[in-house]
């Protein structure tokens, strides 16, 4: 039996890759393009794991760090990936002290964001 996981970002191609990818390992997979989105399918559900972009707004570069703190603060066991185009020292820093699990930088291949993901979860492929 696979895991939930919940995908965050603004960047369909890249929510539907992967989608399509960690279902074919019998994983149930929802897909959230914002923080609103994210939030409404953690209000209905729970999930081993959100794999989520960093900066999900222009404007907001935080938004996904107010997810992780979201994440942590109630479903501590949720592990949590988060990606980023635009890493800055300070953003690491605090997306290390929030407790994101892993930091993964974009782009980065689908091979490389599974095996984080399937060593995170304990599962591995197949």
């Not at 539907?16 to 390992?25: R, V």
């Not at 996904?64 to 994440?71: K, P």
Request: charged share 25%; hydrophobic share 45%; with cysteine.
């Amino acid at each position: 039996m696979g895991h939930r996981l919940l995908i965050v970002d603004d960047e369909e191609a890249i929510v539907l890759t992967m989608k399509e990818y960690f279902e074919t390992f019998g994983h149930q997979v929802d897909c959230a393009r914002g923080r609103e989105e994210a939030e409404a399918f953690l209000n209905a559900s729970s999930y081993a794991m959100v794999i989520a972009v960093l900066r999900l707004h222009p404007v907001r570069e935080a938004e996904g760090l107010d997810l992780l703190a979201l994440v942590r603060e109630r479903f501590p066991r949720t592990r949590v990936v988060l990606f980023t185009g635009y890493a800055t020292p300070e953003l690491l820093s605090e997306a290390r002290r929030l407790g994101a699990d892993a930091f993964l930088q974009k782009p980065q291949a689908l091979s490389d964001v599974a095996r984080v993901v399937f060593a995170l979860l304990g599962s591995p492929p197949g």
